[in-house]
């Protein structure tokens, strides 16, 4: 029951972070700047320089926006496009991670038996996990390109000093939420990667031998194992007795009086 739990609740956590990192991609305002605003006349104007991953933006006090879409592939600014490849491959990994865990989870019943389903559980929350890492790289590079800009000490004429806005604190909350759900899956199917072996005493007992010919000998009895280690491991043991003598059996010396006849 608590393992059906953890499953359900590491769904609803992933698919949850996913649904904020593609809300991302689509949102506004992945970095503003303003200008103006200043007193010292009777009007005040503002603007506002905004962009996200696909177009610039200029707002002013009005309300009246006009944007620049990018340029065709090939020409967008090589961060941007850095970002953009880093958050669809991400995306493209929790597609399949979605659908993996939910096969695997132990309250669908779809995807075979229940060792078969673990191992696609393991499979879908390690997919959940790389797709995390890769949003947060996404985030990551784009944090840096703002943050070099805006703690330099000088600029170039022209170029904007941008705050970071709300997607990237929602990407990211949406990453973590993705990475603690492809953990809660893992921790229900750990012992895939790591069963459990079974351990068994010896205390000295024997090990019986079947027997076996050599020639025109018989041997039968029982042998004992090596105690250097003291355990050894494998199946349930049998019952075990004491060793006894190696018992030999030799072939009968034919008389000449019979060799005769």
């Not at 705050?163 to 893992?186: D, E, K, N």
Request: proline share 3%.
């Amino acid at each position: 029951m608590k393992k059906r739990l953890i499953q359900v609740l590491g769904f609803l956590i992933s698919s949850l972070g996913w649904i904020f990192v593609l809300c991302t991609m689509a949102m506004d305002y992945w970095r503003i700047t303003q200008l103006g605003g200043q007193g010292g006349s009777f009007i005040i104007k503002v603007a506002w320089y905004w962009s996200n991953l696909w177009k610039d933006c200029l707002t002013d006090s009005t309300a009246v926006t006009n944007c620049r879409d990018f340029a065709v592939l090939w020409s967008v600014t090589p961060f941007v496009q850095a970002v953009r490849g880093l958050l669809m491959c991400g995306l493209t990994l929790g597609f399949f991670a979605v659908i993996l865990c939910f096969v695997g989870m132990e309250c669908t019943y779809i995807g075979g038996a229940q060792k078969t389903k673990d191992k696609l559980l393991l499979a879908g929350a390690l997919f959940h996990i790389a797709g995390g890492v890769s949003n947060v790289s996404a985030y990551c590079v784009y944090i840096n390109r703002v943050a070099r800009t805006a703690f330099a000490r000088s600029v170039r004429p022209g170029v904007l000093r941008y705050s970071l806005g709300p997607p990237i604190f929602l990407g990211l909350v949406g990453c973590f939420l993705i990475l603690s759900g492809g953990l809660f899956y893992a921790v229900t199917v750990y012992r895939v990667v790591l069963p459990g072996s079974k351990v068994v005493n010896t205390y000295g007992g024997g090990t019986y031998m079947a027997p076996r010919s050599r020639g025109g000998t018989r041997y039968t009895g029982y042998y004992r194992p090596s105690t250097q280690y003291g355990l050894y491991r494998g199946s349930e043991p049998s019952q075990s007795s004491k060793i006894s003598k190696l018992s030999q059996t030799t072939r009968t010396k034919i008389s000449e009086r019979d060799a005769f006849v």
